[in-house]
């Protein structure tokens, strides 16, 4: 009975590293894509080139001074979908576009400060390109 003890817990010391490498942070699917990103006071700018059925949802903060945002959207999707989503400082969505849609569009009028850009792509094959400016 007690070798069965030893086995066990020699089983579980084993186990314990593997369990605990599979609860760490997982790479971005984009990373080996070389994503550009700037990021600055009222202006940002996204693109990853060569993108192959990759799917994520990364989100980006942005400081933007202003109460509203241009948003020019530039892609080359070839298979599957891909969207952002602009919350203002307050937390309230502002823009919610599919960037199978090319062009020039205006968020709504916001609370200035730390808006956040989050960018939900689904299985997309191509170059995604999109900017957020302060008006």
């Known amino acids: 009975m007690r070798a069965n003890y030893r086995v066990i817990s020699l089983i579980m010391i084993l186990a314990i590293p593997a369990i605990l490498a599979g609860c760490g942070k997982k790479a971005n699917p984009i990373s080996p894509f070389?994503?550009?990103?700037?990021n600055m006071l009222d202006n940002f700018q996204f693109q990853a080139t060569g993108l192959t059925n990759v799917s994520t949802s990364v989100s980006y903060n942005w400081?933007?001074?202003g109460t509203s945002a241009n948003v020019d959207q530039s892609c080359a999707i070839t298979t599957g979908s891909a969207a952002i989503i602009i919350n203002d400082a307050a937390g309230t969505e502002m823009y919610n576009g599919n960037l199978l849609d090319g062009g020039s569009f205006v968020s709504?009028?916001?609370t200035a400060g730390i808006w956040v850009i989050t960018l939900n792509i689904y299985n997309v094959d191509g170059t995604v390109n999109f900017r957020v400016q302060k008006p």
Not at 34 to 38: A, G, R
């Open 63 to 65: 400081e933007n001074s």
């Open 34 to 38: 070389q994503p550009e990103v700037t």
């Open 108 to 110: 709504s009028q916001g």
